[in-house]
C-alpha cells in the first residue's frame, strides 16, 4: 500500500469514527486527527511521514532536521531562520538537542535532550545484535564508517571492549558514533 493509499484510509477510518461519535469533544479531536493528515499531504511531507514510519518500525534513532558542529552555529541557524521547527531535534557536536519556537512572543532556544539516551537504553534492554565490526580505537571506526558507500541507519560496532551504535542519520547526511554508555540507567 502507498503512503498515499494508507492515509486515505486513515482518513476514511478517522472519518467514521468521528460520525459515529456522540462527544462533540471527540469528534473534535478527530477532526484534528484528520486535518493532520490532509496537512502531511497538502504540504508535499507524504514521502518524509513514510521515511519516519519507517524509522519507528526498524527502531531508528530519532530522527534530526539539522547538524552544528558547535552551539555558536546552532545558534546563529536558530535566529536566522524565519519558522523554525518547533520541537524537532538538531546534533550540535553529535549531541541531541531540542528546538522550541514561539511564534507569540518570538522565543526561540535549543537544549540538550536525552532522546538518544533513552534510544540506547532500550536498545540495551532488548539485547544488542553481535557488533558488525570491532576496532581498536575510535579513529579506526571513524575511518571505517567514513568509507561506507551506504551504512544502514544503525549498527552496533565495537570500540576495545565497549558496544558503540553508528548512526547514518540519512536526511541530513551525516554519520555520528556513540557510545552505549551514553544510555539512561
Do not use: C
Not at 546552532?74 to 522550541?100: E, G
Not at 545484535?129 to 544502514?152: G, H, I
Not at 558496544?163 to 540507567?185: D, M
Amino acid at each position: 500500500m502507498t503512503i498515499e493509499e494508507l492515509s486515505l484510509e486513515v482518513e476514511g477510518l478517522l472519518g467514521r469514527l468521528r460520525e459515529d461519535n456522540p462527544s462533540p469533544e471527540e469528534k473534535g479531536l478527530l477532526l484534528v486527527a484528520i486535518d493532520a493528515i490532509r496537512f502531511i499531504s497538502s504540504t508535499g511531507h507524504s514521502y518524509d511521514f513514510e521515511d519516519y514510519r519507517k524509522s519507528l518500525s526498524a527502531h531508528e534513532p530519532p530522527p534530526v532536521v539539522a547538524v552544528f558542529k558547535t552551539r555558536e552555529e546552532a545558534d546563529a541557524w536558530l535566529n536566522a531562520h524565519p519558522k523554525p521547527p518547533h520541537l524537532t531535534y538538531v546534533l550540535i557536536a553529535d549531541a541531541y538537542y531540542m528546538v522550541v519556537y514561539l511564534r507569540d512572543p518570538d522565543r526561540r532556544s535549543l537544549g540538550p535532550h536525552p532522546a538518544l539516551a533513552y534510544h540506547l537504553q532500550e536498545m540495551l534492554e532488548a539485547g544488542l545484535p553481535p557488533a558488525v565490526a570491532t576496532f581498536k580505537t575510535r579513529a579506526e571506526a571513524d575511518a571505517w564508517f567514513s568509507q561506507q558507500a551506504d551504512p544502514p541507519a544503525q549498527s552496533v560496532i565495537q570500540i576495545g571492549n565497549e558496544p558503540y551504535l553508528a548512526v547514518h542519520h540519512r536526511n541530513v547526511h551525516h554519520r555520528a558514533i556513540y557510545p552505549f554508555s551514553l544510555a539512561r540507567r
